[in-house]
């Protein structure tokens, strides 16, 4: 699709709405309101895809490499098709094509940093006067691409905040949470750019995903490699399916063939609440327990039903022992384990854990205190991260708004700026040109600079008129998310 058609249709004829003589926009993206108690700032993510993807590849293949007269003839019928009878025109699209490239500058903070909110991660001006309503035309696609990702990987810097906090304090293998928040979202997003784009966020702060397309992407778009450096791994694991084409009757035969036939060696994950989870831990898993203990690997149990923080701890009002106990504590009374220098208890190798069904930030820290309380690791347990976390969330999760706030006119600057009476600040916007400094690690926005003021600072140029100026790697923006999170502990 020509992707000057991927916006509102109230865009289309903003060109003739601005003032007569206007030459230049000038417009920011930024998050303004966290809906989440307690986070005050956003990771940026995602620009260096929106700028490849649809600045840079879409126009060139669906708009620039197209003959003029087949955009404008579609792009004027669908247009006319839509608005019925109108002026918007066509000329201003014929000098788009006739140019050949997008005269936009993007300046923006590194992605991967942590953005206090109300504070710009990025800006963007047109370069040639003629193009000026092409700035605000692009607010649509690009809010549409780009608050996922974001949000996406704050949440996840915060499941790798908390997992870190309780690796540190009870594990003697806190490298372990690189693989204890894994990606299961998938299949609950909003169609599969949303799902790649989510899972891209996750695995700033983990490794774990079965998101396979987020490979590609980081590839494409990021300059990973995954011939030499890991960006998402997963295991070999069974559903429910599989489970229950086992039957009832030969379910303890299932678990056998699988840990000794099919995956004699390696980590095999196996769903194990199809029917009942606790006679998998108490009956079926000490028939296998020597079986198990002598493979060259890991074998995890996977419950994904009922409330997990009572089915991995344990609920103190269970009405069976199994219940009381927990998956955690009855994996430790078949197979054991050791006490770490910290003195809290760690399952031997061979055995473990999963929980993936509707966890959220808030049970991730249920867990790992109520395991810390009962004197067991937090890493004995991988937690599934799925569209639970990630789909439940908007826009309006942090307040992502692009607007402008300087112009033109007729060769004179205009700074400006929006306060509705009505609002509770939430909208009230910057004013002017930006400058963003990083003071003592945190950025700071100073509004209504010059021109000369918006040259200095930390929002440097990624593109210009068509070409990318920055190329930021995965391996970068992991490390800048982890140093991040390092100086908050």
């Known amino acids: 699709m020509n992707p000057l058609l991927l916006t509102d249709g109230y865009k289309v004829d903003h060109r003739r709405q601005y003032p007569d003589k206007t030459t230049l926009v000038y417009s920011n993206w930024t998050p303004r309101k966290s809906r989440i108690e307690g986070l005050d700032e956003v990771v940026f993510f995602g620009l260096q895809y929106f700028i490849k993807k649809y600045i840079i590849h879409d126009f060139e ?7 003029k007269e087949e955009v404008v003839e579609k792009y004027a019928r669908r247009i006319n098709n839509y608005l019925g009878e109108n002026q918007v025109g066509t000329k201003h699209i014929e000098d788009l094509h006739d140019l050949g490239y997008i005269p936009m500058v993007f300046k923006a903070l590194p ?18 006067p003629e193009f000026f309503w092409l700035t605000n035309y692009f607010e649509t696609l690009l809010s549409a691409v780009v608050w996922l990702p974001c949000n996406s990987a704050t949440i996840a810097k915060e499941y790798r905040k908390v997992l870190d ?10 490298e372990f949470v690189d693989w204890q928040a894994h990606d299961f979202s998938m299949r609950g997003m909003g169609g599969i750019e949303a799902a790649i784009t989510s899972a891209a966020g996750h695995l700033l702060s983990f490794t774990g995903s079965d998101t396979i397309p987020v490979i590609d992407f980081f590839e494409e778009y990021y300059n990973a490699n995954s011939d030499t450096e890991l960006i998402a ?66 074998v995890v149990i996977r419950p994904d039903s009922g409330d997990p923080v009572d089915i991995i701890c344990g609920n103190p009002n269970g009405k069976t022992e199994q219940e009381k106990k927990g998956v955690i504590e009855l994996l430790w009374d078949v197979f054991g384990g050791t006490t770490n220098a910290k003195g809290y208890k760690e399952l031997i190798p061979q055995i473990g854990a999963i929980y993936g069904d509707s ?40 307040g992502f708004a692009m ?49 000369e003021e918006e040259k200095q600072g930390e929002l440097k140029e990624v593109f210009r008129d068509g070409k990318l100026l920055i190329e930021q790697s995965l391996s970068d923006i992991r490390a800048r998310v982890k140093s991040d999170i390092n100086v908050e502990a």
Request: charged share 25%; with cysteine; hydrophobic share 35%.
């Open 233 to 298: 791994g997963s295991v070999a694991a069974t559903e429910h399916s599989v489970m229950c084409m086992g039957t009832t009757e030969g379910e303890c035969e299932t678990f056998k063939r699988l840990v000794t036939e099919v995956y004699p060696k390696g980590i095999v994950s196996i769903v194990s609440d199809t029917w009942d989870l606790w006679k998998v831990l108490t009956d079926y898993l000490p028939r296998l327990k020597e079986d198990i203990v002598a493979r060259e690997g890991k």
């Open 359 to 398: 966890i959220t930030v808030e049970r991730s820290v249920q867990i790992c205190e109520r395991l810390k309380a009962k004197g067991f690791a937090s890493t004995n347990v991988v937690l599934g991260i799925g569209s639970f976390t990630y789909q439940y969330n908007t826009r309006d999760t942090f």
């Open 165 to 174: 906090k309780y690796a540190d304090e009870t594990s003697s293998v806190p």
């Open 403 to 451: 607007k402008a706030t300087y112009g033109e006119v007729d060769g004179e600057g205009r700074a400006i700026f929006k306060d509705p009476i009505t609002d509770d600040g939430t909208k009230k916007s910057a004013k002017g040109l930006m400058k963003i400094d990083l003071v003592e690690g945190v950025y700071h926005l100073t509004d209504n600079v010059s021109w």
């Open 111 to 128: 992605e991967g940093a942590s953005v206090p909110l109300r504070v710009p991660m990025f800006t963007m001006y047109n370069t040639i």
């Open 61 to 67: 293949e669906f708009f620039f490499k197209k003959s």
